[in-house]
RNA sequence: GGAGGGGUACCCAAGCGGCCAAAGGGGCCAGACUGUAAAUCUGGUGGCUCAGCCUUCGCAGGUUCGAAUCCUGCCCCCUCCA
């Protein structure tokens, strides 16, 4: 197979923040016949979510072209906790944590990747099977002073934030990972910049040809100031449920909506001329269709439609939505509070308290007063706990 | 190994014998408002059988009528010296 460089290179480079060194990429396309594109996931998080996609993307796009994904779990490296913009230790992973989240994530994965054309590997293949004195052999390949470069290194460094030592050996066994799999090019977010690199020097140092580092750019999270992560709690994951992937790209800053546009939905610099005109008439309408694009690219048109319909009427028209889960009460009726506690819509009967104080608590749209009021399933009634919430009273016995 | 500083709620951070379920900020939740789960304003933010009670200030003991605050031991972190 031979690579057509011009019409290649623009595809690679579409949504791609760095190519480093795009000259040793171009010379490995005249020289190569396969191109190995190593991308490693930390299976801690087993929740996959927009920012992901970007990444997955991208790896969609390097496939369709021809290139060889090689997908890394970091099985391995995930018992050390990635410190990557990290400002403290990370929890480090039991084996059976590891082994246990990575089920959950290849169905996600493959919602955007070709699972026939993609290799899965687990980094403990090799990792598991170095010696003390492997290890010696490969963390000589780096300094100190080299690791603290790292911009969250020197941070926590200077605030004297405690690195352990074995956070320092992430970097270098993630870039061992790379001479493990002979990789050409290695993609990942802009915060992955550093642990790229490394890996590029232990190639040399093995004698290996050193990958080419490709970064697409990281995306900001609902609050819009944090990349996405699931620590953040700033995320919308690709499994959710529309309905909520629709009402979460509905709470991000109109900032953000472009970026959205750009890099989830691939619009063209054309199209986009057209977002940043709808933006600027009708900002609400813009990040609804945004909303509705993404939810079709993750599902489908008709869950797009369903979930528009269901935001609208929930939250513009303030109706009740059409599908809500049904609680069984005894004739005798129950008290309110046990009813969205055992319901599961408040964490404790005291924020159930707290909220009926506040008015946040309806029945049939009249907020409940007292704390003692007894529920009986006797008609329509429809309990709303804060504005999203929704419970649908029903006898014990059925009916 | 030596000397000093420190561990407080989801996070940061005050408090240093009773008025402490613990200031302030962030986050989060709610109410009002609206263009929406945006922005802004206001309130709330350990639990419970809720005018009271129970559990929480690194862990385990102790002093005291009373401890986040004082004492002892242990664990952990940071700085400087070696």
């Known amino acids: 197979m031979s690579w057509k460089i011009g ?118 293949e090799w990792l598991a099977k170095l010696t003390a004195k492997d290890v010696i052999e490969i963390a000589s390949t780096y300094t100190v002073a080299r690791m603290l470069e790292r911009d969250d290194f020197a941070k926590r460094y200077r605030e004297n934030i405690p690195i352990s030592i074995h956070e320092f050996l992430y970097p270098i066994f993630q870039g061992y990972d790379s001479y493990a799999v002979k990789a050409d090019i290695e993609v990942g977010g802009t915060d992955q910049v550093f642990n790229f690199l490394v890996a590029r020097e232990i190639q040399k140092h093995f004698g290996q040809e050193p990958q080419v580092i490709l970064t697409v750019p990281l995306l900001e999270g609902t609050d819009g100031k944090l990349k996405m992560s699931k620590s953040y709690d700033n995320y919308i994951g690709l499994t959710e449920d529309p309905k909520e992937i629709y009402g979460k790209v509905m709470s991000i800053p109109d900032t953000l909506i472009l970026k959205y546009f750009r890099l989830v939905l691939y619009y063209t610099d054309e199209q ?52 809500i889960p049904e609680y069984a009460v005894p004739v005798e009726g129950k008290n309110i509070i046990e009813i969205v506690y055992e319901a599961g819509l408040v964490s404790s009967k005291s924020e159930a308290r707290r909220l009926i104080s506040q008015k946040a608590i309806k029945i049939n749209g009249e907020p409940v007063t007292n704390i003692e009021a007894k529920v009986k399933p006797d008609g329509e009634k429809i309990i709303k706990v804060g504005k999203r919430k929704f419970l649908k009273v029903v006898s014990k016995n059925g009916s």
């Open 7 to 124: 019409e290649v290179l623009p595809v690679i480079k579409q949504n791609v923040v760095d190519l480093i060194p795009e000259e040793e990429l171009i010379d490995k396309l005249k020289r190569k016949d396969e191109i190995i594109v190593k991308y490693g996931a930390d299976p801690s998080r087993p929740d996959l979510h927009l920012g992901h996609y970007v990444c997955l993307k991208k790896l969609r796009d390097l496939q369709d072209i021809g290139f060889k994904i090689i997908f890394i779990v970091g099985d391995f490296t995930a018992m050390i906790g990635d410190p990557t913009g990290r400002s403290k230790t990370r929890p480090r992973l039991t084996e059976e944590e590891v082994r246990e989240n990575s089920k959950t994530y290849f169905e996600q994965v493959f919602r955007v990747l070709d699972r026939e054309k993609t290799v899965v590997r687990y980094n403990s």
């Open 272 to 323: 986009l001329k057209k977002i940043e005109e709808h933006i600027k008439n009708d900002p609400r309408g813009a990040k609804a269709k945004l909303a509705y694009e993404i939810v079709k690219l993750l599902y489908s048109e008709k869950e797009a439609k369903e979930a528009e319909e269901h935001f609208n009427r929930v939250f513009r028209e303030r109706k009740i939505p059409e599908n």
